[in-house]
């Protein structure tokens, strides 16, 4: 509710005075009143809470914003969105499914000698989904474990050093947890170990891109992704689930923040300039 944002400071503006309704498509410059964030309309998407647009201003910076009543001023003057006429693409034009500028026509770099390592299959996948262009480009190779029991020796096989930077992601990185023991052990300047909170990688994809309200919770002593299966109503057929979740996956929007980041954060750390 904006009882008080900027839009009230417009001479002549009245909360009851109809405003104008403006279909938000794509490229549509618009001021967001209660923030002052300006930026070109990227995507309108349903949510279970309503509409959202995502605006993205000449820096690159993407947000979003509910579609409200009100909530939006163009050439200074307030105004409604609504749904855009002719509904664009899911991914932005010139941008990659991480968010990043696409860089057309460029060929995949050699590899580097830095890798990023995962702890499974299902997160290697999800990875190449969102990331691949961008790891391409920058000649980072994903690789993943059986098994983050086997960590230290693949540190030990790899050799991590100047250049050769090795950045590992782990599931369920939690104080105290046996992979947060392993992490202390094998992390240092050339070593960078990061996880997300979830038990399994599944729980990084947003549950309203796979289309159900929330992860379910799983009692102890049930196999997890068999019993997320047979909690959601799926065929407790695990390699069929996790299809039919990395098929809902389009972009970085269908991830939670906790992945988000840190893969992001492991990309820099690996792609970073050598020392000396």
């Known amino acids: 509710m904006r009882s008080y944002g900027p839009e009230s400071l417009i001479p002549g503006w009245k909360k009851d005075k109809p405003v104008p309704e403006v279909a938000a498509d794509r490229d549509l410059v618009v001021e967001e009143a209660s923030t002052g964030f300006c930026g070109a309309v990227v995507r309108v998407e349903k949510t279970p ?10 820096h690159g910076r993407l947000r979003v914003f509910p579609m409200d009543p009100r909530g939006f001023l163009i050439d200074g003057e307030v ?43 299902h997160d290697a996948e999800l990875v190449e989904r969102v990331w691949g262009d961008d ?17 230290p020796d693949v540190v030990h096989e790899f050799g991590p050093g100047p250049g050769c930077r090795l950045g590992v992601l782990v599931d369920h990185l939690v104080p105290g947890s046996k992979e947060s023991r392993i992490a202390d052990r094998v992390s240092g300047d050339h070593v960078l170990v990061v996880g997300h909170p ?22 102890r002593g049930v196999p997890w992704k068999e019993g997320v299966c047979a909690a959601l109503g799926w ?15 389009d972009s970085y929007r269908d991830l939670e923040p906790a992945l988000l980041g840190r893969v992001e954060e492991l ?10």
């Open 49 to 58: 809470e309503g509409f959202t647009v995502t605006l993205e201003d000449r």
């Open 79 to 121: 105004v409604t969105l609504v749904r855009p006429t002719v509904p664009g693409p899911v991914r932005a034009p010139g941008r990659t499914a991480s968010g990043s500028i696409a860089v057309r026509g460029a060929r995949a770099r050699v590899a580097r000698a830095g890798r990023i390592y995962v702890e499974g299959r």
């Open 135 to 151: 790891l391409r480009i920058e000649g980072v190779v994903v690789e993943y474990l059986e098994g983050v029991d086997d960590l």
């Open 198 to 219: 979830y038990i399994d990688v599944w729980q990084a994809v947003r549950p309203a891109s796979v289309g159900i309200a929330a992860w379910p919770d799983v009692p």
């Open 235 to 249: 065929p407790v057929n695990p390699p069929a689930a996790w299809r039919r979740i990395l098929a809902a996956v």
């Open 267 to 276: 990309i820099d750390f690996v792609t970073a300039p050598s020392e000396g």
